[in-house]
Nanobody, 127 residues
């Protein structure tokens, strides 16, 4: 029901910064919990960051705490991933994901079964 399109990926040197954007279609963006996943070669897909419907609650994987920031602008139907102090281990395809929630109450963002996905955007960090 919602279409997600990521942008902002590319090449960046270790220690640098990058901002990914995920633009969502539809008129109910504010009803979706949003997340960023990533998948590196020969590794399983992992949840990186997530944010609740209003943006008041977030989740961060331990590997990115203090370096990455997720935010959303419901007026623009967009979620962002600000990546600072990147390291080569951040190299992966990053996917935007969404889950429609019918309540204002925020469940465990890491336990949500996100079921809408973008096409992914490649992030490559050089050492």
């Amino acid at each position: 029901q919602v279409q997600l399109v990521e942008s902002g990926g590319g090449l960046v040197q270790a220690g640098g910064s990058l901002r990914l954007s995920c633009a969502a279609s539809g008129r109910t963006f504010s009803s979706y919990a949003m997340a960023w996943f990533r998948q590196a070669p020969e590794k399983e897909r992992e949840l990186v960051v997530a944010i609740n419907r209003s943006g008041s609650s977030t989740y961060y994987a331990d590997s990115v705490k203090g370096r990455f920031t997720i935010s959303r602008d419901n007026a623009k139907n967009t979620v962002y991933l600000q990546m600072n102090s990147v390291v080569p281990e951040d190299t992966a395809v990053y996917y935007c994901a969404a889950k429609l929630l019918s309540t204002r109450w925020t469940p465990n963002l890491a336990a949500i079964r996100y079921d809408y996905w973008g096409q992914g955007t490649q992030v490559t960090v050089s050492s």
